[in-house]
């Protein structure tokens, strides 16, 4: 789907390559999760086998039974042959109980497991990928898809592997019973096979085809549900609920093509298998008229002929679901396979301890788009020094929030350095480097925890009297003691429990929480009122104190005590100076100022 294109390839090409690749390649990638739980593994097929050994045994009782112990004339031969067969049902019984266990134990672990890597993994891509992914999509892989592998990793391979050793010791047993029927057989299974095999690859084709339309459902019920408030602002339900329906259809219908395709496989394999069986037994009938064969040899025979016909049909059965979860392995390969465009270098260089917080950029430049078009940042060379508090002010798209973007090494410039403390930032351990910021986006990040979860997030080890602080610090504390539960308040999905200035203030209290030295404030006054911003203001002033500081604002009035302001427009530097020097410059500046401040005064007089 669009938006997707780093991930996955086009859906042609997806096609081709299902078509030329080995149905089951993508499962091999589940060999190292399996290998983690040897014992269970080992458990796993030794019960795998006995339940095997244990029904390929019963056509040799009947054997006996049929030849030898209606001839006995107490029949004493005949209880003890269904004696021998009682045992024989115990054993099975136990054995596939245990292979039952340990083979879903194993499923559900290997799933557990993989969910945990994949998202892992995901947590370690920069901002670059999302930027390009659909979260909808990406969710569905992580859910829908590791949930397709579970039958695979568990009952599927577990029945694939059963039927597989039913199979071939049935042919064996078939070749000690009567080698000129097993010759029949042998003949008969290629044609079998190879068509099993061939559609088995259109199942698989299918089966991606459907898992990828309904990752599309998904990703747009998940964003419309998460905008609900705009969607029903705008009056779009009948739109919304109009388009899922057509996604849901499109879902639908490509899962239509797939249990058509599987039923088809079915019927083919049953077909057959039914014909081969019924042509052997034919064959077999005539040896025991002419007393070539006893009736029991081609008892035992045609007991052996139906496990391998049942394995064979329940291959068929199992090779579509395979083939299905194959399709979705594929696609959780492909997005373990993104590699981070952003890592900490093998062996990172120290930043200085204690902490500083000098920043400097040195000829940077930087665009989002690919070969550098349409710039972003243009030549931008700066120098903070720490304990400085600095504004970067401008219209919208100047740049500003890409510089903090780029000091926190979400992405890496086209050109040009970064520095903290006097260290390249490339060169730095990504983690160190994030530990020394504290950032206040403007679009607050709230989770559906506790109050004091959702401050303590970046600081898990902070005591709660240490919380408390930090709201206290943050302007937070009379209205989060006023909440029911306090700071054990739930705050619901994105804090939605919250006013945005509340929100605001919660960001704040998680920033003021971390003590780092350089803080990052990205319109972190814009959601609040003019009486909680002079009250953010002051508890601001507290917490720059011996820190760096960059402050983004429109706002001009939050900047006014700047040591320093930097004007940019159009991802240059084109100002700097200090608030009333800037006025008097009468640039840029000066004509936003302008604008914010006159209107207020006509406000106040109106």
Not at 519 to 535: I, P, R, V
Request: proline share 3%.
């Amino acid at each position: 789907m669009t938006g997707y294109a780093d991930v996955t390839k086009t859906q042609t090409e997806q096609d081709g390559e299902a078509t030329r690749r080995r149905s089951l390649k993508p499962l091999l990638g589940l060999k190292p999760y399996l290998r983690r739980y040897k014992l269970f593994l080992i458990l796993a097929c030794v019960a795998l086998v006995v339940s095997a050994l244990a029904t390929l045994s019963v056509p040799l009782a009947v054997r006996r039974m049929i030849d030898h112990g209606f001839g006995g004339a107490d029949g004493t031969l005949i209880g003890q042959y269904f004696a021998m067969l009682i045992i024989i049902g115990a054993v099975l019984a136990v054995a596939s109980s245990a292979r039952f266990y340990y083979v879903n134990w194993l499923g559900e672990r290997v799933v557990s497991d993989l969910r945990a890597d994949v998202f892992a993994h995901l947590t370690k891509l920069g901002p670059s990928f999302f930027d390009r992914s659909h979260s909808g999509e990406v969710m569905s892989r992580l859910t829908a898809d590791t949930t397709q592998i579970k039958a695979a990793a568990g009952t599927a391979l577990s029945q694939a592997a059963r039927n597989t050793i039913m199979l071939i010791g049935a042919l064996i047993m078939m070749m000690v019973t009567s080698f000129q029927l097993s010759l029949l057989v042998l003949v008969a299974i290629p044609a079998i096979v190879v068509p099993l095999v061939a559609y088995g690859r259109v199942v698989r084709r299918l089966s991606r085809k459907a898992q990828d339309s309904l990752a599309a459902a998904s990703a747009y019920a998940a964003e419309n549900l998460g905008a609900v408030k705009t969607m029903q602002a705008f009056g779009h339900e009948t739109e919304v609920a109009g388009r899922y329906s057509q996604e849901v259809e499109a879902s639908f219908e490509a899962a239509r093509q797939r249990l058509v395709a599987r039923a088809g496989l079915t019927a083919l394999a049953i077909l057959l298998v039914v014909v081969s069986v019924v042509g052997v037994l034919w064959f077999g009938a005539s040896k025991v008229v002419s007393g070539e064969l006893s009736g029991g040899t081609l008892g035992q025979f045609v007991l052996y002929a139906i496990f391998a016909g049942a394995a064979l049909t329940a291959l068929s059965e199992v090779w579509g679901e395979i083939s299905q979860a194959a399709g979705a392995a594929e696609r959780l390969t492909e997005l373990l396979a993104v590699q981070p465009e952003i890592n900490s270098p093998a062996q990172p260089t120290p930043l200085v301890t204690p902490a500083r917080g000098d920043i400097a950029f040195e000829g940077v430049n930087f665009s989002y788009a690919e070969g550098g078009a349409d710039a972003t940042l243009r030549d931008i060379s700066l120098s903070i020094s720490a304990g400085e508090n600095v504004a970067l002010v401008g219209p919208s798209g100047a740049g500003k929030s890409t510089i903090f973007s780029l000091l926190l090494r979400f992405y890496d410039p086209s050109s040009g350095l970064i520095k903290v403390d006097g260290v390249d930032i490339k060169t730095a351990s990504l983690t160190e480097l994030r530990q020394r910021m504290a950032l206040v986006p403007q679009d607050t990040a709230l989770f559906a925890d506790t109050v004091a979860a959702n401050i303590r997030y970046g600081t898990p080890d902070a005591t709660l009297e240490a919380v408390k602080r930090a709201a206290i610090a943050a302007q937070a504390d009379e209205f989060i003691q006023a909440l029911p539960g306090g700071y054990d308040a739930q705050l619901g999905e994105r804090g939605v429990l919250l006013s945005g200035g509340q929100r605001q203030r919660i960001a704040l209290a998680r920033a003021f929480l971390k003590d780092a030295p350089i803080l990052l404030l990205d319109e972190a006054t814009s959601a609040l009122d003019a009486e909680s911003e002079s009250a953010i203001q002051r508890a601001l002033e507290g917490i720059m104190a011996g820190r760096t500081t960059l402050v983004i604002a429109h706002r001009l009035a939050t900047v006014k005590k700047a040591d320093r302001i930097l004007v940019l427009d159009e991802g240059r530097i084109v100002e700097t100076g200090r608030h009333r020097d800037l006025i008097e410059a009468g640039g840029l500046y000066s004509r936003l100022a302008s604008l914010q401040f006159e209107g207020h005064e006509a406000e106040a007089a109106e």
